[in-house]
């Protein structure tokens, strides 16, 4: 898409000086100044992160929350992010003022989970920022999801064979990444 969006700017630039300037030797300067300007901002790869399905048949991952390792499930049927109350602490984030007041089905049953929002959650070279995500209280369960309030922030994430692909969007720079493994 952003490609296209260059190229489509590109014409329209060029179209744009020949229209406007209808001299070959300043056509020919502008063109070189908008080839300048797109060769100087090139769009690097998208980053993405493999996961491994596990034994269980389940893609484990660590992920970091806060700037905190803290190992996730990725759960597609899970509407958020949810966090057990042990991560919650781990990271630091205020349990003393949650509230929990939001109806959540998990596999375990009904409870009731606090909303709050994380600032930072990187999987890998994923990093997004204000992700909304719940709490369980503590105790109710082993682990911490990765739900679709993270996964509908990137470009695209699907399952070939036993392995998960996660695909964020392409950024301008000057760096290039390759796709990462996230590690257990």
Do not use: C
């Given at each position: 898409?952003?490609?296209?969006?260059?190229?489509?700017?590109?014409?329209?630039?060029?179209?744009?000086?020949?229209?406007?300037?209808g001299d070959?030797?300043?056509i020919?300067?502008?063109?070189?100044?908008?080839?300048?300007?797109?060769?100087?901002?090139t769009?690097?790869?998208?980053?993405?992160?493999?996961?491994?399905?596990?034994?269980?048949?389940?893609?484990?991952?660590?992920?970091?929350?806060?700037?905190?390792?803290?190992?996730?499930?990725?759960?597609?049927?899970?509407?958020?992010?949810v966090?057990t109350?042990?991560?919650?602490?781990?990271i630091?984030?205020?349990?003393?003022?949650?509230?929990?007041?939001v109806?959540l089905e998990?596999?375990g049953?009904?409870?009731?989970?606090?909303?709050l929002?994380?600032?930072?959650?990187?999987?890998?070279?994923?990093?997004?920022?204000?992700?909304?995500?719940?709490?369980?209280?503590r105790?109710?369960?082993?682990?911490?999801l990765l739900?679709?309030?993270?996964?509908?922030r990137?470009?695209?994430?699907?399952v070939?064979?036993?392995t998960?692909?996660?695909?964020?969007y392409?950024?301008?720079?000057?760096s290039?990444?390759?796709p990462?493994?996230?590690?257990?």
């Open positions: 898409m952003i490609r296209f969006l260059l190229v489509l700017i590109t014409l329209a630039a060029t179209a744009g000086a020949v229209v406007a300037y070959p030797d300043q020919a300067r502008a063109s070189h100044k908008v080839s300048h300007i797109f060769r100087a901002q769009t690097t790869p998208a980053p993405a992160v493999q996961i491994q399905r596990g034994q269980g048949g389940e893609f484990a991952l660590r992920a970091k929350i806060n700037g905190v390792a803290a190992p996730m499930v990725i759960d597609t049927g899970a509407t958020s992010v966090l109350w042990e991560t919650a602490k781990a630091g984030l205020p349990l003393e003022m949650l509230e929990y007041d109806d998990t596999a049953g009904h409870t009731k989970a606090a909303r929002t994380i600032d930072r959650l990187a999987v890998g070279h994923l990093v997004e920022k204000s992700v909304p995500a719940l709490v369980v209280p105790g109710l369960m082993k682990t911490n739900g679709m309030s993270f996964l509908d990137l470009e695209s994430w699907g070939r064979s036993d998960l692909m996660l695909t964020g392409p950024e301008l720079q000057s290039h990444r390759r990462r493994t996230a590690v257990d």
